[in-house]
């Protein structure tokens, strides 16, 4: 996985936001919707308003630069309203071009509503962006378009949406892994010590109330990543890797390859940092019945091999007990006719000494 860097700017220096362009590819690949006459609210004539993401909370981002190569940058919740409150200070509101582009600033473009997704608060983003799986902290932002050549293109589709510009500071971050391969289940609930131990509320026969669970999971791929996501592995569903401070950030998108209760399975997360699809990988018959021959195989080439070795064992045994019996004959042999000298010689000792 590309090195992760959390992107953050200082109130007392140039860093922050200035600018911000209509762009044929945002690099959150959050999309921009364009209110026209076809849309809700309508009135009579076209409102020219467009609506988009400014900064996308917690979503990763590709980025490739000279000093430290491929890497993936995000901005969190806190970092965004930083920006923001220093982009209204600077009354940048109004600073728009196209494709980043200094020599193509627009004229008669003006933002006029900026807001936070903020669920605790009842601020959600616009229905359309439903499936873009944006975060608490998101910046959304509107602008009126005048500027007929601009409104035209983005009409066309020849843009998709903003993308802001500014100078950061990087801070590298590192993700939560795991060298075990596993998927631990947990139930949150709200139980209370009494209830887990007698199964109420109180003695008295008064039913209790519905608890309310929420299970969430885990799973580790063989690269270690360690995902996290609520409810069912499905598709749609929002999956999560965590920070070293346990923080999360919606997965990059990528193939995980995860076991999962024994089962291999492959996980694809897109570039909103939802489940795409959800694969169980399964081992082919040939692949079986090869790994059969091959033990097959190996089987008989050890059996060989030992038949050999028994054989060779045998056969120096023989050798062994062949030289230790010709050993033994030559030294009978040598004993018997040294035997017989010894007795010649004294008869023949006896019959001179008897002349």
């Known amino acids: 996985m590309l090195p992760i860097y959390k992107l953050t700017i200082n109130d007392n220096d140039d860093t922050g936001v200035d600018y911000n362009a209509f762009v044929d590819t945002p690099a959150h690949l959050k999309a921009f919707i364009a209110f026209n006459e076809s849309m809700p609210y309508q009135f009579k004539e076209e409102q020219r308003i467009v609506t988009g993401v400014m900064m996308s909370a917690n979503t990763l981002i590709y980025r490739n630069s000279p000093d430290i190569g491929e890497h993936q940058v995000f901005f969190d919740s806190e970092t965004i309203k930083q920006i923001v409150l220093k982009f209204f ?29 903020d669920s605790k608060r009842g601020i959600n983003a616009p229905i359309e962006f439903e499936k873009q799986n944006l975060q608490d902290g998101t910046w959304i932002a509107s602008y009126k378009v005048e500027d007929d050549k601009l409104w035209s293109e983005v009409k066309s589709g020849k843009f998709q949406g903003f993308s802001v510009e500014g100078i950061f500071d990087r801070i590298q971050v590192n993700l939560k892994t795991n060298n075990k391969q596993k998927m631990n289940k947990k139930e949150v609930s709200g139980k209370s010590l009494f209830e887990r131990v007698f199964g109420k509320t109180k003695f008295e026969d008064v039913p209790a109330t519905e608890e309310v669970v929420t299970s969430f999971a885990e799973i580790t791929s063989i690269d270690g990543t360690v995902l996290t996501y609520e409810g069912d592995l499905a598709i749609d569903t929002p999956i999560f890797v965590t920070d070293e401070n346990g ?30 699809n959800v694969e169980i990988v399964e081992i082919e018959e040939e692949m079986a019945s090869d790994k059969e021959a091959i033990l097959t195989e190996v089987s008989e080439v050890m059996k060989a091999t030992l038949e050999q070795t028994f054989k060779a064992i045998e056969e120096l045994k023989a050798e062994i007990k062949a030289i230790k019996g010709a050993k033994e004959s030559k030294f009978n042999n040598e004993a018997k006719v040294g035997a017989k000298t010894a007795v010649k010689m004294t008869a023949s000792e006896i019959l001179s000494l008897n002349k």
Do not use: R, W
């Open 89 to 117: 200070k600077n009354s940048f509101g109004n600073n728009v071009n196209k494709m980043h582009n200094e020599n193509d600033k627009v004229k008669q473009t003006t933002m006029f509503e900026s807001y936070f997704i």
């Open 247 to 276: 923080e999360q950030l919606p997965a990059p998108n990528a193939d995980y390859q995860c076991e999962i209760d024994g089962v291999v399975t492959v996980v694809s997360v897109n570039e909103s940092g939802l489940i795409s």
